[in-house]
């Protein structure tokens, strides 16, 4: 794959605690730039920010980020606010004490209300991976694979570590229905991005491969 296919699958992503809007526009005019999958940014911005790209580039979003442990309602109530303020891509994060408990019927529960939220939008689970055994991300690639969800991610880009090519190759081989594949958190290079590809991943959420460019430009 060459650099304009890698871009055309990546999720340009800024949800740091401390964005402003310059930070955002500056992501959104990168995303439009480059022919990226999408811009991937807070929720507060969303509206703002797709009055700004007047559909040039797709809007994602986060639901339950970082740390997943919202109440179902009100991941939908976000979910819903979301994509009324014309979001077309969301990023939810799991209940992960669920998947420790073994509740897994009430994660594929709030993985379906969630995507009947989206109303037709793409959806996206994050697992956060780095927190989860071998045996809990398998599990969690059956569920996502009987879910309406679109997509299994790997992370969030806030916890202990981000997605590995070992998590992408397990992925690859136990989730099932045509569902997508995301690696997110820490892919610092082409090189490292093709390889993700390589072993599966069908989109790529980061932020330092539009930087890579614009300063190889410098």
Request: charged residues 30%.
């Amino acid at each position: 794959m060459n650099k304009n296919e890698i871009l055309g699958i990546v999720d340009h992503t800024l949800l740091k605690q401390q964005a402003t809007w310059e930070n955002i526009k500056e992501i959104c005019d990168d995303g439009i730039k480059y022919n990226t999958a999408s811009v991937c940014i807070p929720p507060s911005f969303v509206k703002k920010a797709v009055e700004y790209v007047a559909d040039k580039v797709k809007i994602c979003t986060v639901i339950g980020f970082p740390n997943g442990y919202n109440t179902t309602e009100t991941k939908v109530f976000e979910t819903q606010n979301a994509i009324k303020n014309g979001a077309e891509e969301i990023d939810m994060v799991i209940n992960i004490g669920d998947l420790k408990d073994k509740n897994y019927d009430n994660i594929l529960r709030e993985i379906n209300e969630i995507k009947e939220a989206c109303n037709g939008k793409i959806l996206k689970v994050i697992i956060e991976t780095c927190l989860l055994t071998d045996e809990e991300k398998i599990k969690m690639c059956e569920i996502v694979s009987k879910s309406n969800a679109d997509y299994i991610k790997t992370s969030t880009g806030f916890s202990t570590n981000g997605a590995t090519q070992e998590d992408i190759k397990l992925f690859k081989k136990y989730i099932s229905n045509e569902k997508g594949i995301k690696a997110a958190g820490g892919i610092s290079s082409f090189e490292d991005a093709i390889e993700f590809v390589s072993n599966g991943a069908t989109r790529l959420g980061t932020s330092r491969l539009i930087k890579i460019i614009n300063q190889n430009k410098e």
